[in-house]
């Protein structure tokens, strides 16, 4: 198992708590490469599939984000709590962060960003997408005006409303149905993502926050069941996956 350096004072006892250390980005063993990303085997698949009915729609969906280790979700949620990366509110407008308290600054931070061990992306089977056919990774900003009205990933937008369901995906943070603000970019597997869900337990993600050298601690950890249920747990309700597929991964479970 590969662990993520930032948490490897833990001990061994204390490893062998967390059931699946892979729902909280402490490992990636259970992933395979799909281009130069790393998703699980059923949702790389899943999404070849998905990219070439769109392509034949005339839409180029290309992945900007994927997996995400515990390490690497800690150095942006760092660099937004110590005021080096940009922080936005549900508007897309600049926060000054100077000027809120320690709760205030987190609820700030979780408007756009995962909190660490916290973040779907650990999972292998949740990406972000971009229509490459009208605006380039480099250009791509992932903010809601791309994907509305006449922005160039609006088409696709629209397109995963109607079509992601017949391959295996939906978006987990829509409007009113997610603690997360809204991201249309934001596509689940959720044959796989909804067991991971359902298996995910905030007392792990207490262990290892407590002895990681992450910026408001103290404030996450005395709030911290309240952000999991606000912020993992609240998401849009999955489409009901096929009783045999869902009983297979159960069985033997892709972590």
């Known amino acids: ?8 004072q833990l001990s061994k006892a204390q490893l062998t708590e967390i059931a699946h250390p892979a ?7 259970h992933l395979v490469q799909f281009e130069q990303f790393l998703l699980t085997s059923a949702t790389a698949t899943a999404f070849k599939k998905m990219q070439q009915q769109a392509q034949s729609d ?3 969906i290309q992945i900007c984000s994927a997996y995400r280790n515990f390490e690497r979700q800690m150095a942006i949620w760092n660099g937004k709590a110590q005021g080096k ?24 931070i979780l408007c756009w960003s995962a909190l660490p061990g916290a973040s779907r992306h650990h999972w292998g089977t949740d990406i972000d997408v971009f229509d490459a ?3 380039s990774k480099t250009e791509l900003q992932l903010v809601t005006a791309e994907y509305i009205d006449n922005g160039p990933c609006a088409l696709l937008a629209q397109w995963l409303v109607d079509n992601a369901a017949r391959f295996g995906f939906y978006l987990p943070y829509q409007p009113d149905q997610s603690g997360v603000s809204p991201e249309a970019w934001h596509i689940s597997y959720y044959p796989e993502s909804s067991l991971f869900l359902s298996q995910y337990r ?3 993600l207490r262990l290892l926050l407590s002895q990681a050298e992450i910026t408001l601690q103290s404030a996450l950890l005395k709030q911290l069941d309240k952000l ?3 912020y993992v747990f609240y998401v849009a309700s999955a489409p009901k996956s096929s009783n045999k ?4 991964l159960l069985e033997k479970p892709n972590l």
Do not use: K
């Open 1 to 8: 198992m590969r662990v993520a350096r930032q948490i490897e």
């Open 23 to 29: 729902l909280y980005g402490l490992d990636e063993t």
């Open 58 to 60: 005339g839409i180029n």
């Open 85 to 108: 990366r940009p922080l936005l509110d549900i508007n897309n407008n600049p926060v000054h962060f100077a000027n809120l308290t320690d709760e205030q600054l987190v609820d700030a």
């Open 133 to 135: 056919n009208n605006i």
């Open 202 to 204: 905030a007392e792990s």
């Open 228 to 230: 999991v249920e606000h």
């Open 245 to 248: 597929y869902s009983n297979n």
